[in-house]
């Protein structure tokens, strides 16, 4: 996710047991903290959207990760949040001729080929740009729950039906992922929508705020409204609440990208169901104190 975006538009109980709890609204009754989100894995502690930062938080017994998916020349789908290699790689070292570096003009061998881990440390260099098979892989094996960003989805066309094929093949569009594991986002209503008509029963989320009186519409196609902390209120989480997105359930809301111990308890007063943080470790401890 990407500040600019503002304008235009609980706690986890973690490790494999937590993945077999209902999400917050569905624990009707039951007083719960916000969910934490890794943003982009534990993208404060090691290279975003890479396996290492899959591994990162679950080491920290986060149970949720997001990512960013975008695709390759020759068709694949890469976990990367900018359109362009640039600043996670060495991408001009390597293809010095090939500015701007667009993600959608290098072939799925050429970004294999590069370092996505030397600009975070020297401890992370040789890290590579995972496909989204490499990364749902991932966090399978450490029985995470996923939250995926459909990323610049307008430079894509068809990427909504791909990416959906290939979680069906990766096996995470049986019940128990459906119910559980999987949110598919995207700063696009269309996006979004997209998702909802072509796979109803994949829980879906629109990041932005959205006026109030826009709302109804966006509960018609969004299980979630994901705005950034910065843009909402106490009230503005209320009125999301109080519609039924089409699963049947209250509309969500995760906000991002919040980072710091105070800001995690102002918004968890706001009532959000869920906080996307580069810092994992230090929201949980501010909504969980000695965790």
Not at 25 to 51: F, Q
Not at 91 to 112: L, Q
Not at 123 to 129: M, Q, S
């Amino acid at each position: 996710m990407h500040a600019r975006a503002v304008a235009a538009t609980t706690t986890a109980l973690l490790g494999t047991a937590a993945l077999l709890l209902p999400a917050p609204h569905a624990r009707a009754g039951i007083a719960t903290r916000p969910t934490v989100i890794a943003h982009r894995g534990a993208s404060a502690l090691a290279p975003e959207n890479t396996l290492a930062a899959v591994d990162k938080a679950a080491e920290l017994g986060i149970g949720w990760v997001e990512n960013d998916v975008q695709r390759t020349r020759d068709g694949a789908l890469v976990v990367i949040h900018d359109d362009s290699l640039r600043r996670t790689t060495n991408v001009e070292e390597m293809f010095p001729n090939r500015a701007p570096w667009k993600v959608k003009d290098f072939t799925t061998a050429e970004i294999a080929r590069l370092d996505a881990g030397s600009w975070f440390g020297p401890a992370y260099a040789g890290t590579r740009v995972p496909t989204l098979e490499q990364y749902v892989d991932r966090v399978e094996r450490h029985h995470q729950r996923l939250l995926l960003e459909i990323k610049n989805p307008e430079l894509y066309p068809g990427i909504e039906l791909q990416t959906l094929k290939l979680l069906g093949n990766e096996g995470w569009l049986d019940r128990r992922h459906l119910a559980e594991r999987l949110i598919v986002q995207s700063f696009s209503a269309d996006s979004v929508r997209t998702v909802h008509a072509l796979k109803p029963g994949v829980k879906t989320g629109f990041l932005g705020t959205p006026a109030m009186a826009d709302l109804p519409g966006y509960a018609e196609f969004a299980d979630q409204v994901n705005p950034s902390y910065s843009s909402i209120s106490r009230g503005y989480v209320s009125a999301v609440h109080a519609f039924t997105g089409p699963h049947g359930r209250p509309v969500e809301v995760f906000t991002w990208t919040v980072n710091d111990a105070d800001t995690a308890r102002a918004v968890a007063g706001y009532g959000v169901d869920g906080i996307i943080t580069n810092k994992p470790d230090v929201v949980r401890e501010a909504l969980t104190p000695g965790f």
